[in-house]
């Protein structure tokens, strides 16, 4: 006789139980699994977000923002590699950078982005603001194309004024003549003083044959110099996202160019005449520089900038009684003011200098 394919009523209630049992235990069980997953899947998130916050390549960087800098509390770089993949080499100061010991404490109401004062024989810090952050330098550039050019090139040589270098967007000389030699020393002054982009890209191809050849010496020099914070991609700095350093670089190459006679002669002159072919046979060209423009007392120098994303730029440099001192200012709101109160601080109070009577530098400049 087969068995009934019914249950008995009890068989059949404790067997409707034990489902129920089983169907709640898979239940706990499937929601305990997914809160697991909701877990985890926020913990990833927290992790990947901290992670590209702290440990960002500069590739990952915004394209109008360079590259930050670590802010190391001494002049040893991050890598021993520059920006450019070379290696690095001895910078030619010791700059101390670790605050400790700094004599000028300054603090401005609208402070620049990044800041140095410095003692141009020594390397001595007096003052510093985030000298280790890399920032847009904008025609600041230019000293470092300077240095190229007079290390390779006779003040004499015969500069020819290309098609390129004419069709050079922002700061000209503006009269170079196509087609025509000019003397690389008026090309120089053109390039310091007015802060000229045509002249900038002229030089670049005398002295390499193209601008990215030149633009490449100019980052193996900066990595022979020991300049880990920079990076160029123009020799005038015009607009170029990828073209930056850091105030204590600058003081370095500060410190360089003014060891170059020519240089020095030319970055410390307010005014000059120069010859070019044009018509009258000359030129006339006028420096930038606040320090200069309102007679400053010792000033010898050195080369400001400007775009959009630099801001106002300055490595000011002054000389009294055999003391040389350097000014650094990057994105400064008043950069002569904030370059005349820093020098001034550097002679009185760390010197000992009495001051030397003369007109302030006008508000906002």
């Known amino acids: 006789m087969s068995k009934s ?72 770089h991050v890598s021993t590699l520059s920006p450019a993949g070379l290696p690095l080499g001895r910078p030619p100061l010791q700059l101390d950078l670790s605050g400790a010991e700094d004599p000028v404490q300054a603090s401005f109401h609208r402070p ?34 300077a240095l190229r050019v007079v290390r390779t090139s006779s003040a004499d040589a015969p500069v020819l004024v290309t098609k390129a270098a004419v069709a050079s967007a922002g700061s000209k000389v503006g009269v170079l003549p196509l087609g025509k030699d000019v003397r690389l020393e ?33 980052n193996q020099e900066a990595a022979h110099l020991g300049l880990g914070c920079t990076h160029y991609t123009s020799p005038s ?46 030129v006339y060209l006028y420096n930038n520089n606040p320090l200069l423009v309102y007679s400053y ?13 630099a801001g106002d730029c300055l ?8 003391v040389r001192l350097g000014v650094v200012l990057l994105h400064s709101p008043e950069l002569g003011r904030q370059a005349e109160y820093l020098l001034d601080r550097g002679f009185e109070d760390v010197y000992g200098q009495a001051p030397i009577p003369a007109p302030a530098v006008p508000l906002g400049r």
């Open 5 to 76: 394919p019914f249950l008995p009523q009890g068989g059949s209630s404790r067997r409707a139980r034990a489902l129920a049992r089983r169907r709640r235990r898979r239940r706990r069980l499937l929601a305990l699994s997914t809160m697991a997953v909701v877990v985890a899947a926020i913990a990833a998130v927290l992790v990947l977000s901290h992670s590209s916050l702290t440990q960002g390549s500069p590739s990952a960087a915004r394209t109008d923002t360079p590259p930050k800098h670590h802010h190391a509390i001494s002049r040893q």
């Open 112 to 145: 620049p982005s990044a800041g140095l004062l410095f003692d141009l024989n020594t390397g001595r810090v007096l003052w510093q603001l985030n000298p280790l952050e890399r920032l847009h330098i904008a025609s600041l550039t230019k000293m470092m194309t």
């Open 186 to 218: 008026t090309m120089l002054y053109g390039l310091l003083l007015p802060s000229g982009n045509d002249a900038a890209v002229a030089l670049a191809q005398h002295v390499s044959g193209s601008i990215g050849a030149f633009v490449a010496s100019m």
């Open 237 to 282: 700095g015009y607009f170029n996202a990828h073209n930056y350093s850091c105030a204590a670089d600058l003081a370095e190459l500060a410190h360089v160019d003014l060891e170059q006679p020519l240089l020095a002669r030319i970055v410390r002159t307010e005014k000059a005449v120069e010859p070019l072919p044009i018509k009258g046979g000359k």
């Open 297 to 309: 007392p010792g000033a010898t120098g050195l080369k400001t900038g400007y775009t959009e994303l």
């Open 315 to 322: 490595v000011g440099t002054a000389e009294r009684h055999g």
